[in-house]
Each structure stands twice: as C-alpha cells, then as structure tokens.
C-alpha cells in the first residue's frame, strides 16, 4: 500500500513540473538570441527583430525590420505553439525565412523561453 501512494503522489507532481514554464530559466536561454534580437524598453531592431509583444502579433509585422518574403507570407500569428514550433526548427517550420540559428532543441527550453517573451511587452 505504501508503494502505490508513494507512485499516486509521484504521478500527481509530474503534471506540475512538466508543464511549469520558468520564465527567469527563459531569460538564461534567451541569451542565445541576444546577438540577433532586443527585447526591453529601449529595444532595437538588430540583425533580427525586436521582440517585445511578439506573443500574439503577426509573424513579419515589426516596423522598419526587413523580413523575407518567406516571413511576409507566413500567414503565422505568433503564439505559444508556433513560436514552439519555430523555435524548435526555424528553416523547416518557416523555410525561406533569415533566421540562420539553428533552434532550440530541448523542450524545456523552448517552454522557458516562451515564458520569458511573453512578459517582454
């Protein structure tokens, strides 16, 4: 009996700790587009776009950054599964599109970084 409350307890707390998005652990992973993308109040376009408000905008919509015609066309708005999506592999969920980084390959990541551009408004 001891066994099966143990496992039930187990079980309960996976949910929690899947699914927990760490936004300060999204900022440590944001580092890696720190060369190409602003986020904060005085952001700037770089050799990306800036991306504070990209949490539910149109892909390709920021003034004055010159995105390719691939990203122009993409019919995407930006949400936590397309940026998911992108994020894991940006050449195959957009092909034709600038962005020559590779992606973020581990779930959590992604999911931390996620959490950390939505408070970036």
């Known amino acids: 009996m001891r066994k099966w409350v ?3 307890a187990a079980l309960a707390a996976l949910p929690s700790v899947a699914s927990a998005q760490d936004a300060e652990a999204g900022k440590a992973v944001f580092k890696k587009c720190l060369a190409c993308h602003a986020v904060g109040p005085d952001a700037k376009n770089k050799v990306g776009p800036v991306l504070n408000g990209i949490v539910g905008r149109k892909a390709g919509a920021v003034e004055g950054f010159n995105y390719s015609d691939a990203m122009k066309a993409a019919g995407k708005t930006w949400d936590e599964a397309t940026l998911d999506a992108y994020l894991a ?3 195959g969920y957009i092909p034709g599109n600038k962005m020559v980084f ?3 390959k581990d779930e959590a990541d992604r999911k931390n970084l996620i959490a950390f551009l939505k408070d970036q408004k």
Request: proline share 11%; aromatic share 0%.
């Open 6 to 8: 143990m496992a039930a």
């Open 89 to 91: 592999d940006p050449k």
């Open 102 to 104: 590779v992606g973020v």
